[in-house]
């Protein structure tokens, strides 16, 4: 069955360290996002991409970093410049010409 | 630009008895309309959708919105809930032929009880 792979499910990082995020996609679709999930604030957009080997900034950006080298993948830093990074992150994608959207089931990033 | 307020952050209800959770939007253009569940430590499950054409729309679990273009609203009903219910729901937006950005609700956690 087609759908998304978020790896890990959890994740801790000492401070000053960088980690990666994985999100792999096997839906064939353009689109990509990154969502970060905090208690009481619903989910904000972090970075988006609509095609391979571009992507723009959400409203959340400072801090994380992405790339997009291939279709189906959307891997996600988040960086030591980010001062608060214990959170739950959302992957999800989108076809170009779809309305409908599939989510991962998350990570959840643990600063120790 | 567009912004979507859920207007109550928790919802207890007993169970079998209805349910309405609101959402309010913004937007000064056409939008796409979403509803989310979401089960703890888990992905968003999409409940239903409303695109254009019948304001009534109905998902699955036997949940539905309607689309009020006028209130600028988007209500979530169920006639009778069930104890499996419980979860977080999530309202959101997207502007119709835009980035497909989805701008989501604070959220609402619906706690059913026995």
């Known amino acids: 069955d087609g759908g998304i792979t978020q790896s890990p499910k959890y994740l801790f990082r000492k401070e000053g360290q960088n980690v990666t995020l994985s999100c792999e996609q096997n839906?064939?679709?353009?689109?990509m996002y990154w969502y970060r999930q905090d208690p009481g604030q619903g989910l904000r957009l972090i970075y988006y991409?609509?095609?391979?080997?571009?992507?723009q900034k959400g409203d959340i950006a400072e801090g994380y970093s992405v790339s997009r080298e291939k279709k189906e993948s959307f891997p996600l830093t988040v960086t030591s410049a980010q001062k608060n990074p214990t959170a739950f992150y959302l992957c999800?994608?989108?076809?170009?010409?779809?309305?409908?959207?599939?989510f991962g089931s998350g990570t959840r990033l643990t600063v120790v | 630009a567009q912004s979507v307020t859920q207007l109550d952050s928790q919802v207890p209800v007993f169970e079998e008895a209805p349910v309405e959770l609101r959402c309010n939007y913004s937007?000064?253009?056409?939008?796409?309309l979403f509803w989310y569940v979401q089960y703890p430590n888990q992905g968003l499950q999409l409940l239903l959708k409303?695109?254009?054409?019948?304001?009534l729309v109905k998902g699955i679990n036997g949940f539905e919105a309607e689309f009020n273009k006028s209130q600028t609203s988007f209500h979530l009903r169920k006639p009778s809930v069930h104890i499996s219910d419980t979860a977080e729901y999530f309202c959101?937006?997207?502007?119709?032929?835009?980035?497909?950005?989805?701008?989501f609700g604070q959220g609402t956690t619906l706690q059913v009880k026995p």
């Open positions: 999800a994608s989108k076809s170009a010409t779809g309305s409908g959207y599939t």
């Open positions: 839906l064939n679709h353009d689109a």
């Open positions: 991409s609509q095609i391979v080997n571009d992507f």
């Open positions: 937007s000064s253009v056409s939008v796409y």
């Open positions: 409303y695109l254009s054409g019948s304001t």
């Open positions: 959101a937006v997207s502007v119709s032929g835009n980035t497909g950005k989805l701008i």
